[in-house]
């Protein structure tokens, strides 16, 4: 049976990226960023739900996360979840959960403004070669920052 993993945030990121240069050159980029939601309680008070999600991006997409994030922009990320086990110092068995980043969008500074312009980005596997490289993707129409819309007709009733 086929699986899929694959996730869709927009969020607010938390610092500033960290980029790392690797053997050979490669560029990997991390940060968190921020996604929230608001609900009532029983009561009818009104709450807000702050999730913290890890975010790794590689090659290309790091050095334009490098170059153009900052902390409190907002993006638009598709990926996938990714957990990684290590021992810490104790010998204690540990887990961390990741998003390694697909397709980048910036949408501007903190609250959807249009801080850095916005842009499409994504990670384009060349051949068998593993090698990722930051190119932008083409956005018909005017649309928002960073150009979700799509010319295509769909079935979806809604």
Sequence with gaps: MASVNKV???GNL???PEVRHLEGGVAVARFPIATSESFKDKSGQKQERTEWHN???WRGLAEVA???LRKGNSVFIEGKIRTNSYQDKEGVQRYSTEIVV????????????SGNGGGDYQSSNAASSGNYSAAPTASKGGGAAGGFQNDEPDDLPF
Excluded: C
Excluded at 102 to 113: A, Q, Y
């Design 8 to 10: 869709i945030l927009i």
């Design 14 to 16: 938390g610092k500033d």
């Design 55 to 57: 975010i790794v991006v």
């Design 66 to 68: 490098e170059k153009y």
């Design 102 to 113: 697909d397709n980048l969008t910036m949408l501007g500074g903190p609250n959807g403004g």
